[in-house]
């Protein structure tokens, strides 16, 4: 971008680095606190950010690291079919197609461009992970989808609102393809007003120090945090660093593991991320579109350098990927995208484990990696109807001073769990049982933590029931001779006494009298597990985390306190 | 003639305790004592043993004494509690361990564990068969025989305390009194919280984790609050302990301790009370109330003088759901250290000097420039009137650490340094309290704000600036203000109970009733503190949120008549959702709790009066040079003594007015006006 040339004093750079952050957090409280649906409310799944008028990140406020940067080729997307010379006060973009520029459908990202005396000085920009985009299920993440078009409505980048006027066929178009609309308009709203919210503070900003000198200020951001992201990257070990991981299917053909290569190359103030070696796209959900390869990038990348820097579109600059066309980090369309989360999360583990290597005071022990995905959907005996869902996260990795931590989200998502006391109160099911499970957490000199159990009675009849779940058949693995995390494994008793175990994936149907069990995986151990500490062996014996059996035999821990 | 009665507040902070004294003429004392951590109660032996002959006080006159404690804090901090026991229903001992799976730093690859395990790791929780649903039905009968079994198995761990929490006990309590009972029968020595009295809301995690921590410093508390008692019976005070709650309001020791964990953070609570007798007494109804100390400051709305209460609070980073005043704590303070990053960019905080070093101008060997060196720089503080004389500042040290910290680096001059690090921390306080403000559904601009602690008032015309504020009120003694506010507390209890029901089908006599045995629980606890009925106010609350909604708002019930209450409450639930949340719709919505709250108005102290304290001093000091933004150079600045100020004197920016704890920066535009009771009121020349 050709910048006019000011003069910007240090100070008065770091003022407005201040208040741009400032306006990103408005923005995003505005959209928790307005938003409607338990998915941003508990699951804070939403974000905000300001953009440059071509598209590059001043300021982003995210609640969870999986949408770092997603809305950058979603920009782009509206940039190049609406130039921006040619967009006007009261303009609000919308966007929710994968194959232009978003993530997934139920993402949806508004975009309001900011206009001061005619010259464009940026956009504001909010995304919502709405609660239902219509398609084949409730919550619009089938997990058996082989097409985008099973997964709801796609929405290219269109005028939402021309100059004030809501588009009144769009806007029908909507709530008749979306169930419980009037929650879906809420939150809509809700991204509506963080934008007006941003793009008015933005335009204050340039009431103070003038469009010019506002853009001038921009860009020095920007390069100041490419410089200080090249710093950081020249600081870690250098050199190329492989990772293979696997995803358990996709959910169509259940016994195919997908496989996902990364080669990490750190060099010289640049990283570059290969995915030569990944699998092919597959049938079912779980392909990721390039937004979402990259966001795993950036987590990578801002986990590992400096925590000080401050996060904008500089921090991009010196990150490549190679995205092979037609795998499953890159797929064509028509391929189904709503599960790639858990892509996603995989990606994420799986370029920080490549340095565990390397860097093992800095990389703990693989995390499970999993936020297991369940949907209920169906009629209460008064016959309204009714949409749960709900993420249920996995042990930790154990680290070079530390044991994983049981049960708690990790790198691209931080959703919370449902209160078991709410989830009586808004679907016809009880849960009975919810505790951790023992043995689940990678034996090690640090152990790695552990997975939960979460058992479910339903009290309605043909609950539609979606389980996507990950790690049912391969492990998390340890690092410096630490053992691997368990697997997941989840079944349902059926009445009648039949037994179903689900494979990783499925979309069913569950009634009065069925009973749910689910056991989601631990994380792995960090170092020999015979060099553990006793005490620490003992405690864990006396609290319920180890087994007496699995101390004695991963550990060579004896009851009495002697080593066998 | 009798002597005038007496009202004494006393503070313990973590560093010092606060004492205030004024007597029925007005005539006031203020003292800092340095707190004893080991023995926080050592501080009020002090003010008895010493304070109280030195000020001529005899203790039969003390007729209030009220008292902010940290000892409930502490003793998480310290993780002095009781050696704790849980019992939950069966099949969920470990809740209190998942928690809600989230995690507070989302970019750490190492990770830590975010709850409260150590309050009874695993091998002291257990499980008890019963189930109780959702409709308060039993499921599952209390069986005997686990619970004896699980009491029997925490009894040999050697608890100290039980935790009762079972699922759905908010809607039937039944099954948790009926296992504390057996507790009390069978283990006397037992205390035990259970959580359908201690926090009687949905949602078991918070729950149970506030319940043991009621159970965990149940004890301590009750130690503390004895051995107090009996040091006022032993000095000869008549007056009843009050103690200071998180909500704001104050109550009896006797019954302080039947609810020990709504004493929680309750230090802030009472710097805010404090902050809005300042504000009103100066006629100011809305009120942002800033304490700035040395690492970070805390920040307060007021609206309509009432205070804002959230529901929950964290105490040593885990959430605990305890109705407390909303005081938000912003890493950016005094002490805070100006570096430069790997950018080159100037940055101010989190990290801060704290009070060892400290600021390089104490001279305690820091080398780090800090926003008070920067202020010293800028001539705003006085070298030699730090801390009220008792700290000598060294302008040499300052100037020093702003000079090769930052100055050089950034290739700017001392003073463009020493001014940039105020700006920057500037604009950091000020996104702080428009964040703290906006996420309220408050406009920061109709507001008045309070300035206090050590820096509060020499920020005050810079944050009102950026946040286009025209009014200022800095309280006499902003240096003991959480003292002065246990003085202007009233005397409150609240009750509250989940009520999960549409509005649209909710029989408003259930409503009624609910309202009415809360009433019974609050007058109960009044009657037990003997505040007579007849001075007791009372006001009832619902939390509503929108169906699907996961975060309710709390909104006033008019119980005057049944047959419009729940649409009055409907209609102001919208009202609220639209001022708060920024929009609204006529969705179907629904009751989460009902509260009562009841008040009662403590026995009123006399205007502080100056006359009756001690001889005026001269008010005027002279000029010092001193350097703002906007100004090309150093300017003179009239200083004055704030104990000379005269009520309806007039001073007009750029001033500096100095005081024993806080120095107040008049900037130029500013009028600050001194009110009758000698609160400064500073106001724009030109409103904004």
Known sequence: ?564 | MANPKVSIGIDIGGTFTDVVAIDDNGRLHIAKVPSTRSDPSAAVRTVLNKLLPEWKIDPADVVRFAHGTTVATNAVLERKGARLGLLTTDGFTDVIEIGRQNRTQIYDLILKPETPVFLAPGARRRGVVEAIGLAGEVVTPLDQASLAKSVDELVAEGVEAIAICFLFSFVNGAHERQAAEYIKQRHPHLIVSISSEVDSTFREYERTVVTAFDAYVKAGLDRYLASMESDLQSAGIPATLQIMQSRGGVCSARVARQRPIRLFLSGPAAGVVGARESGQSVQQQNLITVDIGGTSSDIALIANGELVIRPEGLLDGFKIRVPMVDVNSIGSGGGSIAWIDAGGGLRVGPQSAGSEPGPACYGHGGADATVTDASVVLGLLNPGYFAGGTMQLDPALARKAVEERVARPLGLTLEQAALGIHRVVNVQMAEGIRLVSISRGIDPRSFTLVAFGGAGALHATALARELDINAIVVPRYPGVLCASGLLSAMIEHEASTAFLHKLDVADPKAVEAVCEKLSAECAGRMREEGVDASRVTTSYCADICYVGQAYHIEVPLDLTDPGTMIQKAYEAFIALHDKIRGHSTRSPARFVNLRVVQRAANRATAPISMSATGARKDASKGTRKILLHGADAYVDAAIYDRDGLAPGQVIRGPAIIEQTDTTTLVEPGWLATVADNEVLLLTREQPA
């Open chain 1, 1 to 564: 971008m050709n910048t006019m040339q000011t003069t910007v004093d240090p100070i008065t750079l770091e003022v407005v680095r201040n208040k741009l952050d400032g306006i990103a957090n408005e923005m995003q409280q505005t959209l928790l606190h307005s938003a409607f649906s338990p998915i941003v409310k508990e699951g804070m799944d939403c974000s905000a950010a300001l953009f440059t008028a071509d598209g590059q990140t001043i300021s982003q406020a995210t609640a969870i690291p999986i949408h770092l940067a997603t809305m950058i080729p979603a920009l782009a997307a509206v940039i190049a079919k609406y130039p921006v010379e040619g967009m006007a006060p009261g303009d609000v973009y919308i966007l929710n197609d994968p194959y232009c520029g978003g993530t997934h459908l139920p993402d949806i990202t508004l975009f309001v461009p900011v206009i001061v005396d005619g010259f464009p000085l940026g956009f504001s920009v909010a995304t919502v992970h709405h609660q239902d985009v219509g398609g084949m299920t409730p919550g619009s993440v089938p997990t058996n989808a082989t097409e985008i078009y099973q997964e709801g409505l796609r929405i290219p980048p269109l005028k939402y609102i021309e100059a004030g006027v809501v588009n009144h066929t769009l806007d029908q178009i909507l709530r008749y393809n979306i169930r419980m609309s009037d929650m879906f308009m809420g939150d809509l709203n809700a991204q509506l007003a963080a934008c007006t919210v941003g793009a008015r503070r933005l335009a204050e900003l340039s009431k103070v120090y003038g469009a010019a000198q506002l853009v001038d200020i921009f860009t020095r951001l920007l390069d100041r945090s490419e410089l200080m992201t090249r710093e950081a990257l020249r600081k870690l070990p250098q050199g190329t660093f492989h990772y293979v991981d696997w995803l358990d299917n996709d959910g169509v053909e259940l016994d195919k593991r997908v496989r996902l290569e990364v080669a990490v190359t750190i060099d010289d103030g640049t990283i570059h991320f290969d995915f030569t070696g990944t699998d092919p796209q597959v049938r079912g959900p779980f392909n990721t579109v390039p937004s979402g390869s990259r966001a795993a990038a950036y987590y990578a990348v801002r986990a590992l350098t400096d925590a000080q820097i401050p996060t904008n579109g500089g921090c991009f600059r010196p990150v490549t990927l190679h995205l092979p066309e037609g795998s499953i980090v890159n797929p064509v369309a028509p391929a189904a995208v709503n599960a790639r989360t858990a892509t996603i999360k995989r990606i994420c583990g799986a370029m920080v484990s490549a340095l565990a290597d390397a860097a093992p005071k800095r990389v703990p022990a693989a995390s499970a990696g999993l936020s297991l995905m369940m949907a209920f959907g169906g009629k209460r005996a008064d016959g309204t109807p009714f949409i749960l869902s709900e993420l249920v996260a996995a042990g930790t990795g154990a680290s070079d001073g530390s044991d994983g931590v049981d049960c708690l989200q990790t790198d691209g998502s931080n959703s919370m769990n449902q209160p078991v006391e709410a989830m009586g109160i808004d679907a016809p099911l009880r849960v009975t049982r919810f505790g951790l499970r023992a043995d689940s957490g990678g034996a090690g000199r640090h152990r790695g933590g552990l997975g939960v159990v979460r058992e479910y009675v339903f009290h309605a009849d043909d609950i539609r029931f979606t389980y996507r779940g990950e790690r049912h058949f391969t492990q998390a693995r340890g690092s410096a001779g630490g053992g691997g995390g368990a697997v997941s494994r989840a079944t349902i008793y059926r009445k009648d006494g039949r037994t179903e175990e689900i494979l990783s994936k499925c979309v069913t149907t569950v009634s009065r009298g069925d009973r749910l069990v689910v056991e989601t995986a631990g994380g792995a151990g960090f170092g020999d597990p015979k060099t553990r500490e006793r005490d620490a062996v003992a405690a864990d014996v006396a609290n319920r985390k180890v087994s007496a059996e699995a101390a004695a035999s991963e550990y060579g821990f004896s009851q009495r306190g002697d080593r066998a």
